[in-house]
Every structure is written in structure tokens, then in C-alpha cells.
């Protein structure tokens, strides 16, 4: 997607097979810096520090590593080194399940009889696949969403007003995003669309990264505190909720950022369709309900200092926004349940949030 | 209530009657610092500024500016100059009801065919009435409300976790608060009581007033983003959800801080009982629907810079957290139907939120 005039990833490979570069996300929206990866290690201290954040992104960074590994590997031991490489990413975040996908499919290369250049060559060809399999999966969501907003478009014939939660773009992903896929698509293609974008604390993922892809973009786009979106649908001011999801469970609830429940309930209320995207490699198949997710309990200290801009200083700074001696408890997901859900956007089309409707899709 | 170990209000006559103090609400909870008011001009500055917000807080302090105006009046020209402070302190905010309220009945106490002395009197006492009216109303509200708290604890037998959405608490009002009055008087009593406190975006009256209330008088709280009372609801981590009210109609639909509704929704949604406290005053007997109110649409400022302690140069400072070209919405408060609301706890007891409810305890 775009970034002024120039086409973004998050993540690609420079001229030189060496050197893979990202954005650094910590510092957007204030300053676009982009940081050169060039070994197994860089790529782990990258997941580990958040210069990249998103599961399918982690995903991708990891198999990039991996093959960085290899390449920068001793002739010795190239085996053992790119092994180690492995697992290491993949203890870099604890509960991304596309990095263990991503770091497996990138082991099954390593042939430890086989030759050091011939290892090189298909971890190569393998992280490509690995990139653009995540591509082709988000422009498919894209595809898959885009007939809804085309639909809801026909039937107002006014700009469609689309709300969304926390950050499931381009960012998070490597080009085009889940939720806002089928926006972009909708853009390109001269549907107008509006986004209302929530702030989505205590990361504010939301107001620093979805806005700031969106604006970069130039789809219209408005910035909402989290506890605003159910005026909104109160006063028809919201056409369709989009959200991305951590996980989903075979029988369709949501696992997704905190506070996803509610927009879910205000969209119920209101009678608003809400739909999630998310590929297929984040459906939990072994989970039956969300309530066994275990959520995570995550610093309170993301919730008692806010990060940003200091127009003075012109550096970003941290600032403390509570008591010093008050508790803070930090959730970072709830569960929508799929009673909520109007349906799933899958790459390989949308479905009920039910059993059978995923099964439908999924069946194998 | 307490500050340390010290009780206060939030507004209270000096030994000296010519001088009001006031806490300066824009400094905490960083800096405990009293402000004092002179003249009916200091009164109205005080409003305007939003050194005091709440709108019973409001209303006193113009009760008190009327009374200033008077004590510093020309002995030629006193009659005009305390009709004028009178009209000057009425359009220091726009919205406040009980500011309206108060006026009239200070400036009820003029009588220009009578003597200076005899209305700085009547000033004095007046002042005073408004002020103990409010404390009774919240004292009462807190009465009321303490029962359901205490029904919670006995069919408990452990802590009662109470969740409430920005600040209903004493600061905004005099003393006790209204939302807080029964979480203070079931704490006073050894009642044990656990309030969640949401954060409240985008001015953060839950962070920073709330809970520097709960805290400095010693009731257990923790902080969390607005986006988590449906989690912890959903978990069976909240037995009541209690919060205040602007405005609330003669059939029982509630206008307050924007997210209240999505908390009804989530509270409906799992079958705890979702009270709001409010004194007579706040209703508002000529209007039946909450949707018949404008909501006021705020700065956007609010929105994209936020205030907070900054620990390196220890002093409150401002950082943006939006990209500068995104656009803002920030609508300030949200309508909950009357539908979601289990009761409205009143100075004068509970009632349903129905017309019929209302008009039980305030037939007149």
C-alpha cells in the first residue's frame, strides 16, 4: 500500500539477497524509519524488540530470518547454525501462532545431508513463498470483503462508513491487511468508503498505525476513542463493522483485541452487520469455544504511560496518566462471541460464524 | 472525603468569609493545589478555566462567585454589579443545568429597594443552603444506593467489584459524589468494595480524577482502558455497574460520558445489574426521549493530545498521539436507553427507569 507516492511492505528484500528491510513500527506514526535486517539475529531482535509487530508479519520476519541464517552461516556448521536460528525465532513472542507455521516450513529445507548451497537456494525460494502465500491471502480477504462494501455502496449510493478496531492492515500483515483489505480495494476501485478508527488503547494501534496507513493511503478516515463507536451506530452513522482476529474457534468465536466485544454488542444492538477477516491459518481448529483461550494479562504499564509527540521537544516521549499509586489491570483480548458475528471474510470466501459454516469452507 | 488524612470538599469557605478555596482539578492528580476565590470575576474564572467541572461542583461555585460579587459590591452601584455577576457567572459553561438553578436562586435573594448589608446576608446564607443541598443530595443518593451494595455482599461473602465510567465522584460534586456516594459509605462501613475504574477517553476523568479520589481515601481500585469492562464482565469479574448521569429523561433514558452505553450493553449482555446515581436536580422532566439531545461535539484536540506527567522533567506536559493530518470526532456523551437501565438510584430512593418509576418518587 501506499506510503505518500511510493508502493510499502512492511517487510521486502533489497536489490542485495543479504539484506531484508522493515519498517520500524515503533516510531510511526512521527517518523517513517526503515531498519536493514541482515542476519537470523537481527531478525529475532527485531520480533523481540516490536520494530514489527502483527502476527502474520512476525511470521514472515521469522522466515526471512531463517534464511538470512543460512546464508550467513558457517561451512562447518551451517546445519546446526540454522536450526538454532529456528528456534530461536521461534521463542521470540510467545503466542504468535503464524510464527511457528512460518518457522516450520522453513526447517522442513534444511537437509543437514544435503549441500550448504542447495539449503541457501530453497530456504530463498521458501521465504518468498512464505511472503507472498501472506499476500495472496490478504488481496483474497480483500476480494472476498469487497462485494459486501460494493453491496452496501448500490444499496445507499452515499459514501459507505465502515468502523474498525485496533490494527488489522497492511502493517500487521505485508501488504493489504485482513480488515482493511477489502477497503483498500473498495478505494482503488472508487468506491468511496469512510473509516472510523478506533484509538484502540492501551497501544493505540488504532490512532497510530490504521491511521496512519489509511491516511498515507488516502482513504477518508475519521479518529474515534474506543467508548464512541456506539453513538456512532446509534445514530446511523456506521454501516459495517470490520475487525481482524487473533484466533477464531472452529465453532466461529472471536478472539481479538480488547474491546472488539463491545463494537460486537453496540453492532447487535443497532443492527449493524459486523464482520471479521482473518485467514484461514489463524482459525484455532482444536479450540471449540473462546472462553478457553487463555487471555493475556499484558504490563499495566501500557496502560499508565502514553507514548507520542512532544511538539516542543519534537522527540517522542513518554508520560505518566495516572495516580503513581493506583492498580492497573491491562487485558489484551476479549472474546466475541459468534452469536455476534455476522460472518467470517476467509480467503476462500465468507461464512457463518458456526461450525458448519467453517467446515463449509475448511472441510479437509 | 479524604485527601491524605485530611477530609475535604471541593469547595469550602475560609476562616476569612471573603475567600472561597477550591482544589485546582486541572493539576491532578499530579499537584494538590487550592485555589483561592476572591470576587465574583475569580468565581466565574474558575468555571470558565475548569479549575472546577461537575456540574453540581458548577452550580455551587456559581452560588458562591454571586456572594463574592456581592461582599465586593459598590455601596452605590452593589444591586446592578451582583445582577451582573449573576448573568456573567451563568454563561461561564453552557450546558450545566444545576449553574441555572443555582443563579436564581442567589439572585432571588437581590432586593434593590432593600439595603447591601441585608442581601450580603441573605448572600451568605443562601450559598450556604445550595451548598449543604448538594451535600444532603449525594449523602442521600449514597444511602440509597449503600443497600444494593451491602444485598451484594451478603449474597457474596467476598469483595463486591464495582465498575464505573468516568468521574461521578466528589470532585465533581461537593462531597460524597453520586456515583462514588454509595461506594464511600459501603467502604466507610467495612463493607469491602473493589471499584474498576475506567480510564474515560479522551480526558481521562476516570484515570485521573476517580481514581485519585478512591484512592486518597483508601478504596480499593484498579484502573483499566475503557475497552475492558466487557472482558471482565464476561468473566464474572464486575457484581455491578454504577456511574452518574447529565441528564436523565422523565422516562428514564440516561445522557452521560460517551462509552456509558456500550457498559449498559455489556452489563445486559451478561445479566449484572447496571444502576445510575443522580439527584433529582439532573432530570429532566421535559424531555421524554434521550435522542431529543443535542450531544455536543468536542474538540478534537482532545482527541489527538493527551496530558499526563512527565517524569524526566517532572511537570505535566502534552504529547500528540494522532498523525497530524488524520481527522478527529469526539462526541462527548452517548444516550442508554432506558431499556438497559436496571434502576436509578435518587436521593429520594430507587426507582425503575420508567416514567412510571420517576414519577413514583417525583409525582409533584
Redesign the interface.
Known amino acids: 500500500m501506499r506510503i505518500g507516492e511510493t508502493h510499502y511492505r512492511s517487510i521486502w528484500m533489497e536489490e542485495d539477497p543479504g539484506i531484508v528491510s522493515v519498517i520500524d513500527q515503533r516510531k510511526l506514526?512521527f517518523e517513517l524509519k526503515v531498519v536493514k535486517l541482515k542476519s537470523g539475529k537481527d531478525a529475532y531482535n527485531a520480533i523481540a524488540e516490536m520494530i514489527v509487530r502483527g502476527a502474520p508479519l512476525i511470521g514472515v520476519t521469522a522466515a526471512y530470518g531463517i534464511y538470512l541464517a543460512g546464508l550467513n552461516s558457517d561451512p562447518q556448521h551451517w546445519c546446526e547454525e540454522v536450526r538454532l536460528a529456528g528456534e530461536k525465532l521461534s521463542s521470540s513472542r510467545p503466542t504468535a501462532v503464524n510464527l511457528k507455521y512460518a518457522v516450520d516450513a522453513m526447517l522442513g529445507q534444511v537437509n543437514c545431508a544435503g549441500s550448504r548451497e542447495g539449503m541457501i537456494d530453497r530456504l530463498f525460494y521458501m521465504a518468498i513463498r512464505v511472503v507472498e502465500d501472506e499476500v495472496n491471502r490478504s488481496r483474497e480477504i480483500g476480494n472476498q470483503g469487497l462485494a459486501l462494501i460494493r453491496d452496501l455502496f448500490k444499496k445507499r449510493g452515499k459514501p459507505v462508513n465502515i468502523l474498525t478496531h485496533c490494527n488489522a492492515g497492511w502493517l500487521a500483515c505485508v501488504d493489504y491487511g485482513t480488515a482493511t483489505a477489502p477497503i483498500y480495494l473498495a478505494h482503488d476501485q472508487g468506491i468511496p468508503v469512510h473509516v472510523?478508527?478506533d484509538?484502540?488503547?492501551?497501544r493505540?494501534q488504532g490512532?497510530?498505525l490504521t491511521?496512519?496507513e489509511l491516511?498515507q493511503h488516502g482513504v477518508?478516515?475519521?479518529?474515534?476513542?474506543?467508548?464512541?463507536?456506539?453513538?456512532?451506530m446509534?445514530n446511523g452513522e456506521v454501516d459495517l463493522v470490520l475487525v481482524g482476529s487473533d484466533r477464531t474457534t472452529r465453532t466461529g468465536d472471536v478472539v481479538n483485541?480488547?474491546?472488539t466485544?463491545?463494537k460486537a454488542?453496540?453492532a447487535w444492538?443497532n443492527k449493524i452487520p459486523f464482520y471479521v477477516a482473518l485467514p484461514s491459518t489463524s482459525i484455532d481448529f482444536n479450540m471449540k469455544e473462546g472462553s478457553e483461550t487463555e487471555?493475556e494479562n499484558r504490563a499495566g504499564a501500557e496502560?499508565?504511560?502514553?507514548?507520542?509527540?512532544?511538539?516542543?521537544s519534537l522527540q517522542p516521549?513518554?508520560?505518566?496518566?495516572?495516580?503513581e499509586?493506583?492498580?492497573?489491570?491491562?487485558?489484551g483480548?476479549?472474546?466475541t462471541p459468534a452469536r455476534l458475528v455476522t460472518g467470517l471474510i476467509t480467503e476462500r470466501g465468507i461464512c457463518n460464524a458456526t461450525e458448519e459454516g467453517i467446515s463449509s469452507l475448511f472441510g479437509e
Open positions: 506514526p472510523w478508527v484509538e484502540t488503547r492501551p493505540n490512532s497510530r491511521a496512519y491516511g477518508p478516515h475519521t479518529v474515534i476513542v474506543d467508548s464512541a463507536g456506539g453513538h456512532l446509534q483485541k480488547i474491546g466485544y463491545l454488542l453496540a444492538d487471555i496502560v499508565a504511560f502514553v507514548e507520542g509527540w512532544n511538539e516542543k516521549e513518554k508520560l505518566r496518566i495516572l495516580p499509586s493506583s492498580n492497573v489491570a491491562n487485558p483480548f476479549d472474546i
